[in-house]
């Protein structure tokens, strides 16, 4: 409990402040200092405060806190006045929206109180002014910063801080130098551009025309230059140096684009177009650290899907991940314009776009699964600005890290909770015996730091365990190695990498089990058109060969061999797939696959099949629990180390519905029967929660299933297909 709170100035942000502290109990009493006596006497009759003082010193007198809300070049003259005072122990926080200033007038005019000083800055206002506009919510989801300095006492910190949590305000600390850069490049460089644009348009003789014609993207960016005049003048001269050095960066960025338009470079200007057309979205995600293109706001996105059902119809699910990751790293170090259809638009196939961006790539699109990537050739990479995310992509980080192990910059690899959870030593590792430098977390997790400018020479590996990452990430490092770098696999995976490199013309040799290529070649441009995914297909496969009297067409779906583990084991297990209209487009096999409902039977799940169906096992787990008999899988622990723990995760929801398993190491056993309704959580795993949906077909009561935001990851059109073939299952509070 605060005994007094003692807030001097009671405008908008200082009476708000009040305010809520009034309201929230967490103060016996609440003063305010104001020199105007109207907003005296409103902040009383309004509530805002307890009783207000003209006098400072009196109102200061047994103060517990004082929060200072003045202008900010006021504030100096404030500090002074308040230094030739006894306040005791009272912690001092300040409202300021530059914070340099603030420190240095306080280290001048009271350096013995420093350890009860806690300069602070909340980012939030109103278009209303005053202590009428007064908001006890104003702060409530906005972000407060503080910046404490080395003498502030650790006491002291925690009182500011726990009194703007009181109001629900987002706090967070940072160094006084960092805010002042920070703020300058957001909030007052934008200010100043505004202000600058208005004026300067306003001065023109065609000024009026000009407003007259203006659209809606004129008047939201000149919206702040209607911002109070007095106060953001004070805030320039008060954090110039700040302002100065951002104002020289983006003059420096405005020349360049100047010289671009002057020259008729349409590459430089689609360049700065396009990477700025998606920054906003793109930086939000890594803030929040969060999944690609999930839901903004969904703590606990929830799927309700209903008991029943039949699947009739034809469709085509979305383009395969695997070959959107790949078309997008390949067309990047292509020579020349790369155009790909089909582009898968998740999540994670976005990660991968993004980086490459980051690199210096001008990429166009992704516009209904269409992307122009203009090549920047095999050693046209530039450093990115900062740490590259990838959200939840794992394939993602480590083909990029094969990738990167040899240019000249140093690259760190970032990801979402659920990445930095997942090992990256399996490619590090070989990648360190090629001659690369890279750093993991402990337990080889995330972030991966790659020091650029080493050498790479070939390396010829055999893989402990059966992987698509691992092998192309060394084929790709292999790109740039001295020598022939061959990998050799224990058993056969995804080829899409092969197979894509000889598309761009790149020379890949493949002998058993072992793939090799030879470094010195270049990739020459390519069209691509990338077939539906069979990881996508696989969730419909299974919904219709358990859903009694099913009758569906798959369209486009690629048939890699590589790939259709799933394909074999429904069959064994007595699925009714036919292949239709088999076909070749882009290297990669295609076929429309027709699946009808049929009695599935419990098998032991060949191990030469395992690698094949990796990713779908998930679902097939889903087949298991609806075939008649036991179903046993071993040689799956690989299935522990994706997004979720994929065989822990699918006992428990499944045991839940009612189902007998056993999950072993490498595994699961599966005992088919009876589903029953119930609560099972998706983990943020994209397949979990897509292969509960489908197990609704055969349940005996509706299937609420937790955590789903992440099935934008991979197949962002999920539920809309599924109520068009006729899979009950929709986000739930809709229809």
């Known amino acids: 409990m605060i005994g007094r709170l003692v807030v001097v100035g009671l405008g908008l942000i200082g009476g708000s402040?009040?305010?809520?502290?009034?309201?929230?109990?967490?103060?016996?009493?609440?003063?305010?200092?104001?020199?105007?006596?109207?907003?005296?006497?409103?902040?009383?009759?309004?509530?805002?405060?307890?009783?207000?003082?003209?006098?400072?010193?009196?109102?200061?007198?047994?103060?517990?806190?004082?929060?200072?809300?003045?202008?900010?070049?006021?504030?100096?003259?404030?500090?002074?006045?308040?230094?030739?005072?006894?306040?005791?122990?009272?912690?001092?926080?300040?409202?300021?929206?530059?914070?340099?200033?603030?420190?240095?007038?306080?280290?001048?005019?009271?350096?013995?109180?420093?350890?009860?000083?806690v300069p602070g800055h909340p980012i939030a206002g109103s278009e209303q002014s005053g202590v009428e506009a007064s908001n006890a919510a104003l702060f409530r989801r906005h972000k407060v910063i503080l910046t404490p300095l080395a003498e502030t006492a650790p006491e002291a910190l925690a009182v500011v801080d726990r009194l703007w949590r009181a109001l629900e305000a987002d706090v967070e600390h940072m160094q006084v130098e960092r805010h002042d850069e920070v703020l300058a490049a957001t909030s007052h460089l934008p200010h100043l551009l505004a202000f600058g644009l208005v004026d300067s348009l306003a001065k023109r003789n065609e000024n009026l025309d000009i407003f007259r014609y203006a659209a809606g993207g004129f008047r939201d960016f000149t919206r702040i230059a209607g911002s109070d005049p007095v106060m953001w003048h004070d805030i320039f001269l008060a954090n110039r140096e700040a302002v100065l050095r951002t104002l020289d960066t983006f003059r420096s960025d405005l020349d360049a684009l100047r010289d671009a338009v002057d020259a008729g470079d349409g590459h430089q200007l689609l360049g700065v177009f396009t990477r700025a057309r998606v920054a906003r979205e793109h930086f939000s995600k890594i803030l929040a650290r969060r999944a690609y293109v999930d839901a903004m706001n969904s703590n606990d996105l929830i799927f309700l899907a209903q008991p029943g059902g039949r699947l009739s119809g034809r469709i085509r699910v979305p383009g395969d991940k695997s070959i959107s990751h790949r078309s997008i790293m390949l067309g990047s170090l292509a020579e020349g314009t790369t155009e790909v259809e089909g582009f898968l638009e998740g999540e994670d196939a976005l990660a991968t776009l993004q980086a490459f961006r980051d690199m210096g790539v001008v990429i166009e699109g992704p516009h209904h699964g269409r992307v122009t990537i203009h090549g920047v050739g095999l050693n046209g990479l530039k450093p990115p600005p900062g740490p590259i995310y990838l959200g939840n992509s794992g394939t993602s980080m480590r083909l990029l890290s094969g990738l990167l192990a040899a240019q000249s910059f140093d690259t760190v690899l970032t990801g979402d909770a659920s990445l930095s959870k997942r090992p990256m030593n399996r490619v590090a590792n070989p990648l360190r015996e090629m001659g690369a430098v890279i750093e993991t977390a402990e337990q080889g997790r995330p972030p991966v730091v790659i020091r650029g400018g080493h050498k790479l020479k070939a390396l010829t590996y055999a893989l402990p365990m059966a992987s698509a990452q691992v092998k192309s990430c060394l084929l790709l490092a292999g790109l740039y190695a001295e020598g022939q770098t061959s990998v050799t696999e224990p058993a056969p995976t995804r080829d899409h990498t092969e197979r894509m490199l000889r598309g761009f013309g790149y020379d890949v040799k493949v002998d058993g089990a072992t793939a090799s290529l030879v470094s010195g070649g270049k990739l020459s441009a390519t069209h691509i058109e990338v077939p539906a995914d069979i990881s996508s297909a696989a969730f419909f496969l299974v919904a219709a060969s358990i859903a009694e009297g099913s009758d569906l067409l798959l369209e486009h779906v690629g048939i890699n061999p590589t790939r259709t583990g799933v394909i074999d084991i429904l069959r064994l297990m007595g699925g009714d797939i036919t292949l239709e209209n088999q076909r070749e487009v882009g290297g990669e096999p295609v076929a429309d696959l027709r699946v009808r409902g049929a009695k599935l039977k419990g098998i032991d799940i060949p191990e030469h099949l395992v690698p094949l169906a990796i990713d779908e096992f998930p679902v097939l787990f889903v087949a298991a629990a609806c075939a008649e008999g036991r179903t046993v899988l071993r040689g799956a622990e690989e299935l522990r180390v994706k997004e979720s723990d994929r065989i822990q995760v699918m006992a428990d929801g499944l045991l839940a519905l009612g189902v007998k398993c056993e999950p072993t190491p490498d595994g699961i056993i599966i005992d088919g029967g009876e589903i029953g309704g119930g609560e099972v959580h998706g983990h943020g795993d994209h397949r979990i929660a897509m292969s509960f949906s489908v197990a609704s077909l055969r349940a005996s009561a509706p299937i609420r299933i937790h955590d789903c935001a992440n099935v934008a990851t991979s197949f962002p059109n999920f539920l809309a297909l599924c109520a068009e073939v006729g899979i009950r299952v929709a986000e739930e509070g809709k229809s």
């Open 17 to 117: 402040f009040a305010k809520g502290l009034r309201e929230s109990g967490l103060c016996r009493e609440v003063v305010g200092v104001d020199l105007d006596p109207q907003s005296r006497k409103l902040a009383v009759e309004l509530g805002v405060v307890d009783r207000c003082e003209e006098n400072l010193e009196s109102a200061c007198v047994g103060a517990d806190v004082i929060q200072l809300a003045v202008p900010i070049l006021a504030m100096e003259k404030l500090l002074a006045r308040l230094a030739g005072m006894d306040l005791g122990q009272a912690v001092l926080t300040d409202v300021g929206s530059a914070k340099g200033n603030v420190v240095r007038a306080a280290r001048e005019t009271m350096p013995g109180r420093l350890s009860r000083f």
